[in-house]
């Protein structure tokens, strides 16, 4: 059927191109023609190299259109990688990522660019001429020109040119480089570098009917015969197999391959392969379990949602009641029903154990993605999911992107972990990007969690989306004990310990019993905040409701918020007594003390310091494993591996420094802390135990955790977001503006907070700031931030949109009027932020 883009071969067609370079400008489609040599190759989602100004750029057609209203319509130039990296649904979900996330739409589109096949178009520049009479042309006195001139006699031919700049000391100003090239002494061109992940061929071998028959004769196939010994081979593995395969098993040199070939017994033929890091591992059968009556429920209603067409669910179960399970049976229904489904877990929960499971019962359907595969090993994951050889796919954060067809599921598993948000643009959060693929392709979205997020909490009470529960753990085993040390007593006898005796008897129990113990430091070496050790008073915000930190440099509160200030009193305002600074423990405090006080017991430290080294984190874990030490201590990065049978104790040296992080999810991310861990600890058959020091026992979240009393913790939690209004009753964005010097970012985040507060004055936002952010130096650049509140749910307002479209003609106005270079000044826009760093 003649559709509205098929017209007869003559004529003219048009698409709208998006170009994928970071600046905002180029924000928008670009209309290009389509030249008839390249019109059998074009479709939405195709990576074209287009002519922009006077330079060549990669771009993507985002799809066809009317010739339009415009003089000199540029052709492309050539298409880059068949097939079309993403289709229609594909780049629906990613405009809407770049709207939600305030992103361009090129940035979003890489997202759904198979792996280490995004290209760019390097610009190269080169002698027109040679050196000699290039420097002649030079006068004297421009010793730039005479600097570019030189790196590039040395360089003997094109020279991309981020490397010239690079040579030049980082400036190169491209008024100079214009006018060398109108003076004819340099030239300039584009190359386009491979793409990094490429494809395999592999040469095929199969027998023919005329080798069969050579085989059944002794004369053309002599008994002895190495050209005997291939057929017999290749027919013994069905006919069909790769050539040097086939070399190898039948020990023959190629040139039997080429004699057999060129008897026509056999045909050789280049096919392109998919690598697949699991093909050679063999996969034990997963056992199938018969559901039990809460896990029966939850399917239940996922398959009612299933057939109706979509549906979301937040399936609440601590670790080992059997979510998975859910998932896997879920997921055999969305298959036999002629669908795919895509299963996210965070990264480090991608362990062999899991991806085996995973395979085990759902078998060769199942794709695996991942940062620790290759990029080439990615890349054919994702072609073989494109192409429906896999039909499941589980993967971190970015597998969202996967392109599956005919999508049925989508699985959050562990939903409240932080790794779902991405760091640099666009900084989505998987959750909500999820939530609308799966409304785009009519899917099930199942979020799991033993400690939801407060967000998805939120919504499973106003109804968009629908709770599920599975109350208890499937094996029975008892939650470990938890028990609760106060530390303020300790301090109220004098005691200025670190580790106090209880904890202390516990561990010294271990030398005896072979028993194991993990001790959590919870603690970011910069949130340092003031904490009274007679109450356990936390110092906050008026305002912000968030915790203070504390700057001992000039010995003042800080809000990282607002940029409140106050100079800590000496007296307690809620206790009376006098305030002992919070000097900040590390983990090489913890380990000295312990080393001091127990020396028989050997210690394992991991943290940042420990394992900067590639592989050093599990390296640690497996000397832990093997009970090499009765002690692992260490960081959050602890909390995760935590599956280790003879580990029977577990010690929180200090549940207060997450609760003093000066983020307002402190209090949810104690909660979500202390609980997984009490349903990790003691994980075989000997009971857990569970001690938590703390000066705050009263705060809600930890009691909630000891308690285990979930409702209490939401429900609280929920009052204190409401009242100081954050998410999930506000949405929040942070911006960044960071330069090399502190001035410099200071006098950016003033300027483009006043910008935001005139554009968005008739809106219902509110715009804090700008403060030092939390991190207030990194990599070092000064970093400030401005953080909005917007009040109406679901809405980025249009002032903020307008602002963040506009910063860079912004940025050069601003810069030009205050003498800062504009590249000095960077922002970074955060919607949703899961911390506010
Ligand atoms: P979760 O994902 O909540 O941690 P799993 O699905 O991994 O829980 O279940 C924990 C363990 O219990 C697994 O070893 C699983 O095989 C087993 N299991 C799950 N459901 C059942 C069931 N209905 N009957 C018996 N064992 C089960
Ligand atoms: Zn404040």
């Given at each position: 059927?003649?559709?509205?883009?098929?017209?007869?071969?003559?004529?003219?067609?048009?698409?709208?191109?998006?170009?994928?370079?970071p600046?905002?400008?180029?924000?928008?489609?670009?209309?290009?023609?389509?030249?008839?040599?390249?019109?059998?190759?074009?479709?939405?989602?195709?990576?074209?190299?287009?002519?922009?100004?006077?330079?060549?750029?990669?771009?993507?057609?985002?799809?066809?259109?009317?010739?339009?209203?415009?003089?000199?319509?540029?052709?492309?130039?050539?298409?880059?990688?068949e097939?079309?990296?993403?289709?229609?649904?594909?780049?629906?979900?990613?405009?809407?990522?770049?709207?939600?996330?305030?992103?361009?739409?090129?940035?979003?589109?890489?997202?759904?660019?198979?792996?280490?096949?995004?290209?760019?178009?390097?610009?190269?520049?080169?002698?027109?001429?040679?050196?000699?009479?290039?420097?002649?042309?030079?006068?004297?006195?421009?010793?730039?020109?005479?600097?570019?001139?030189?790196?590039?006699?040395?360089?003997?031919?094109?020279?991309?040119?981020?490397?010239?700049?690079?040579?030049?000391?980082g400036?190169?100003?491209?008024?100079?480089?214009?006018?060398?090239?109108?003076?004819?002494?340099?030239e300039?061109?584009?190359?386009?570098?491979?793409?990094?992940?490429?494809?395999?061929?592999?040469?095929?071998?199969?027998?023919?009917?005329?080798?069969?028959?050579?085989?059944?004769?002794?004369?053309?196939?002599?008994?002895?015969?190495?050209?005997?010994?291939?057929?017999?081979?290749?027919?013994?593995?069905?006919?069909?197999?790769g050539?040097?395969?086939?070399?190898?098993?039948?020990?023959?040199?190629?040139?039997?391959?080429?004699?057999?070939?060129?008897?026509?017994?056999?045909?050789?033929?280049?096919?392109?392969?998919?690598?697949?890091?699991?093909?050679?591992?063999?996969?034990?059968?997963?056992?199938?379990?018969?559901?039990?009556?809460?896990?029966?429920?939850?399917?239940?209603?996922?398959?009612?949602?299933?057939?109706?067409?979509?549906?979301?669910?937040l399936?609440?179960?601590?670790?080992?009641s059997?979510?998975?399970?859910?998932?896997?049976?879920?997921?055999?229904?969305?298959?036999?029903?002629?669908?795919?489904?895509?299963?996210?877990?965070p990264?480090?929960?991608?362990?062999?154990?899991?991806?085996?499971?995973?395979?085990?019962?759902?078998?060769?359907?199942?794709?695996?993605?991942?940062?620790?595969?290759?990029?080439?090993?990615?890349?054919?994951?994702?072609?073989?999911?494109?192409?429906?050889?896999?039909?499941?796919?589980?993967?971190?954060?970015?597998?969202?992107?996967?392109?599956?067809?005919?999508?049925?599921?989508?699985?959050?598993?562990?939903?409240?972990?932080?790794?779902?948000?991405?760091?640099?643009?666009?900084?989505?959060?998987?959750?909500?990007?999820?939530?609308?693929?799966?409304?785009?392709?009519?899917?099930?979205?199942?979020?799991?969690?033993?400690?939801?997020?407060?967000?998805?909490?939120?919504?499973?009470?106003?109804?968009?989306c629908?709770?599920?529960?599975?109350?208890?753990?499937?094996?029975?085993?008892?939650?470990?004990?938890?028990?609760?040390?106060?530390?303020?007593?300790?301090?109220?006898?004098?005691?200025?310990?670190?580790?106090?005796p209880?904890?202390?008897?516990?561990?010294?129990?271990?030398y005896k019993?072979?028993?194991?113990?993990?001790?959590?430091?919870?603690?970011?070496?910069?949130?340092?905040?003031?904490?009274?050790?007679?109450?356990?008073?936390?110092?906050?915000?008026?305002?912000?409701?968030?915790?203070?930190?504390?700057?001992?440099?000039?010995?003042?509160l800080?809000?990282?918020?607002c940029?409140?200030?106050?100079?800590?009193?000496?007296?307690?305002?809620?206790?009376?007594?006098?305030?002992?600074r919070?000097?900040g423990?590390?983990?090489?405090?913890?380990?000295?003390?312990?080393?001091?006080?127990?020396?028989?017991?050997?210690?394992?430290?991991?943290?940042?310091?420990?394992?900067?080294?590639?592989?050093?984190?599990?390296?640690?874990?497996?000397?832990?494993?093997?009970?090499?030490?009765q002690?692992?201590?260490?960081?959050?990065?602890?909390?995760?591996?935590?599956?280790?049978?003879?580990?029977?104790?577990?010690g929180?040296?200090?549940?207060?420094?997450?609760?003093?992080?000066?983020d307002?999810?402190?209090?949810?991310?104690?909660?979500?802390?202390?609980?997984?861990?009490s349903?990790?600890?003691?994980?075989?058959?000997?009971?857990?135990?569970?001690?938590?020091?703390?000066?705050?026992?009263?705060?809600?979240?930890?009691?909630?955790?000891?308690?285990?009393?979930?409702?209490?913790?939401?429900?609280?939690?929920?009052?204190?977001?409401r009242?100081?209004l954050?998410?999930?009753?506000?949405?929040?964005?942070?911006?960044?503006?960071?330069?090399?010097a502190?001035?410099?970012?200071r006098?950016?985040?003033?300027?483009?907070?006043?910008?935001?507060?005139?554009?968005?004055?008739?809106?219902?936002?509110?715009?804090?700031?700008p403060?030092?952010?939390?991190?207030?130096?990194?990599k070092g650049?000064?970093?400030?931030?401005?953080?909005?509140k917007?009040?109406?749910?679901?809405?980025?307002?249009?002032g903020?949109?307008?602002?963040?479209?506009?910063?860079?003609?912004?940025?050069?106005?601003?810069?030009?009027?205050?003498?800062?270079?504009?590249?000095?000044v960077?922002?970074?826009?955060?919607?949703?932020?899961?911390?506010?760093l």
């Amino acid at each position: 059927m003649p559709g509205s883009n098929e017209g007869s071969a003559c004529e003219e067609r048009f698409v709208d191109v998006v170009i994928d370079a970071p600046a905002r400008e180029l924000d928008r489609p670009f209309t290009y023609r389509v030249p008839p040599r390249l019109a059998s190759k074009v479709e939405t989602g195709s990576l074209v190299v287009v002519p922009l100004q006077n330079r060549l750029q990669v771009g993507y057609v985002l799809g066809f259109r009317d010739r339009p209203d415009i003089p000199n319509i540029r052709d492309l130039q050539a298409v880059v990688d068949e097939p079309p990296a993403f289709d229609a649904s594909m780049l629906e979900l990613c405009s809407w990522i770049s709207e939600r996330y305030l992103s361009t739409l090129s940035q979003a589109l890489r997202l759904a660019i198979p792996p280490g096949r995004a290209r760019k178009v390097v610009e190269t520049v080169e002698l027109a001429i040679d050196p000699g009479e290039a420097t002649k042309a030079v006068p004297e006195r421009s010793g730039r020109k005479r600097e570019i001139i030189r790196v590039l006699a040395k360089a003997e031919g094109p020279l991309p040119i981020s490397e010239l700049r690079k040579a030049m000391g980082g400036r190169l100003p491209s008024v100079l480089l214009r006018e060398l090239e109108n003076a004819g002494v340099i030239e300039r061109s584009y190359v386009l570098p491979r793409p990094k992940a490429s494809r395999v061929r592999v040469r095929m071998a199969e027998i023919t009917d005329a080798g069969v028959e050579a085989l059944n004769d002794e004369e053309k196939a002599p008994r002895a015969s190495a050209r005997r010994r291939l057929l017999q081979a290749l027919l013994e593995n069905g006919g069909r197999m790769g050539a040097a395969q086939l070399q190898k098993v039948s020990r023959t040199s190629s040139s039997v391959l080429r004699g057999c070939a060129e008897a026509g017994w056999i045909s050789l033929r280049f096919e392109e392969h998919l690598r697949d890091p699991y093909a050679e591992r063999y996969f034990p059968a997963a056992e199938k379990h018969a559901l039990d009556v809460h896990q029966e429920e939850a399917l239940k209603n996922i398959i009612a949602a299933l057939e109706r067409g979509g549906g979301v669910f937040l399936l609440r179960g601590v670790t080992g009641s059997g979510k998975t399970e859910v998932y896997l049976q879920a997921i055999e229904h969305v298959l036999k029903t002629g669908r795919t489904a895509l299963v996210l877990v965070p990264e480090i929960a991608l362990t062999p154990q899991m991806v085996q499971r995973f395979k085990g019962r759902l078998g060769e359907e199942v794709a695996v993605l991942h940062s620790r595969l290759g990029l080439g090993e990615r890349y054919d994951q994702w072609r073989g999911i494109q192409e429906g050889k896999y039909r499941v796919v589980i993967g971190a954060r970015s597998a969202l992107f996967a392109p599956l067809r005919d999508l049925g599921l989508i699985v959050i598993d562990e939903e409240h972990e932080a790794t779902y948000k991405e760091g640099s643009p666009p900084r989505y959060h998987a959750r909500e990007v999820a939530r609308k693929r799966a409304e785009l392709s009519g899917a099930v979205l199942v979020l799991g969690s033993a400690t939801p997020s407060l967000e998805s909490h939120h919504a499973s009470r106003t109804g968009e989306c629908s709770p599920l529960f599975l109350p208890h753990r499937v094996d029975g085993r008892p939650l470990p004990r938890m028990e609760l040390v106060d530390m303020r007593e300790l301090s109220a006898r004098g005691e200025r310990t670190i580790l106090s005796p209880r904890l202390l008897n516990a561990l010294g129990r271990l030398y005896k019993s072979g028993e194991q113990a993990i001790l959590f430091l919870n603690r970011r070496g910069f949130a340092r905040f003031l904490q009274c050790h007679g109450c356990g008073y936390i110092f906050r915000c008026r305002d912000c409701s968030v915790s203070l930190c504390y700057h001992s440099r000039g010995s003042y509160l800080l809000c990282h918020h607002c940029n409140w200030s106050l100079h800590p009193p000496f007296i307690c305002p809620q206790c009376g007594n006098e305030v002992h600074r919070y000097a900040g423990v590390g983990t090489e405090r913890v380990e000295e003390e312990l080393r001091r006080l127990l020396p028989v017991l050997k210690c394992l430290r991991m943290d940042a310091d420990t394992t900067s080294r590639k592989n050093a984190h599990w390296e640690i874990l497996e000397t832990f494993r093997r009970g090499e030490a009765q002690v692992l201590l260490g960081t959050q990065m602890i909390a995760k591996g935590l599956d280790i049978p003879s580990v029977t104790l577990v010690g929180i040296i200090n549940a207060d420094t997450s609760l003093a992080f000066p983020d307002f999810r402190a209090g949810e991310r104690t909660y979500q802390l202390l609980t997984q861990v009490s349903g990790r600890a003691g994980r075989g058959d000997l009971p857990g135990r569970v001690i938590v020091q703390t000066y705050c026992p009263e705060h809600y979240a930890i009691r909630a955790a000891l308690r285990g009393d979930p409702d209490d913790f939401y429900q609280r939690e929920l009052e204190y977001r409401r009242e100081a209004l954050y998410p999930p009753f506000c949405r929040l964005v942070n911006l960044v503006v960071s330069a090399p010097a502190e001035e410099h970012a200071r006098a950016a985040a003033e300027a483009l907070g006043a910008d935001l507060r005139s554009r968005t004055s008739g809106e219902p936002a509110v715009v804090l700031g700008p403060a030092p952010a939390p991190l207030s130096r990194l990599k070092g650049r000064y970093r400030f931030h401005l953080t909005l509140k917007i009040l109406e749910q679901g809405r980025v307002g249009e002032g903020l949109r307008a602002s963040v479209r506009s910063f860079d003609r912004w940025r050069s106005s601003f810069c030009r009027g205050e003498g800062i270079p504009p590249e000095d000044v960077s922002l970074a826009v955060d919607v949703d932020p899961v911390t506010m760093l």
